[in-house]
């Protein structure tokens, strides 16, 4: 009798296992990775430009060379996504102001949803996207701005932009400065 109760116990454990592990997912960054490499899921863009902006401080511009200020300030949030304005940093020279963004994923539903990303995912190839823009108030592209570059990656999809700190210095603030994101959408096959 004991030996078919724990039988019984040990099938009805390994049955219960299975089918929380199909609904729910061991981890967030485990589901992230089998719809970023589709795996099991489709994937598709819903939109390939969605512009996240921030204003820039003049504050920033009192940063010492060498100096980093932390912001940690959420500007987006799109279902699985969160973009945040981590940190803003003068270089040891002084010529460039960098800031950074991050974009989080917590991906909880693991049948379909959508999130912000900056790579464009075609199969199992990732582009960065580095699409950076200044503009004044009156949303005018502001060119004299002094972006160097901006560059990022993974895991966690961060973003970084390079401004020239004596042409940012010259312009007319506030400005807002913009980063696109693409965003899409993921369905379980």
Do not use: C
């Amino acid at each position: 009798m004991k030996k078919n109760t724990l039988a019984l116990v040990i099938v009805t454990l390994i049955i219960i296992l299975s089918i929380g592990s199909f609904y729910f997912p061991l981890s967030s960054k485990a589901l992230e990775d089998k719809i970023y490499l589709q795996k099991g899921y489709d994937l598709s863009v819903v939109n390939d430009s969605v512009p996240v902006d921030f204003q820039f401080e003049e504050s920033w511009l009192a940063l010492e060379p060498g100096e980093e200020k932390m912001i940690n300030k959420v500007l987006v949030e799109e279902e699985s996504s969160t973009v945040i304005l981590n940190r803003i940093i003068r270089s040891d020279d002084g010529r460039l102001i960098s800031i950074e963004l991050n974009s989080e994923h917590s991906f909880k539903n693991n049948r379909k949803g959508r999130f912000l990303s900056s790579l464009q995912i075609s199969g199992q190839s990732f582009l960065k996207n580095n699409k950076w823009s200044i503009y004044s108030n009156q949303k005018e592209v502001i060119k004299e701005a002094g972006i160097i570059n901006g560059t990022g990656g993974g895991p966690a999809e961060l973003n970084l932009v390079n401004l020239d700190y004596q042409k940012v210095s010259n312009v007319e603030k506030p400005f807002i400065i913009s980063f696109e994101y693409m965003l899409y959408e993921y369905e379980k096959k």
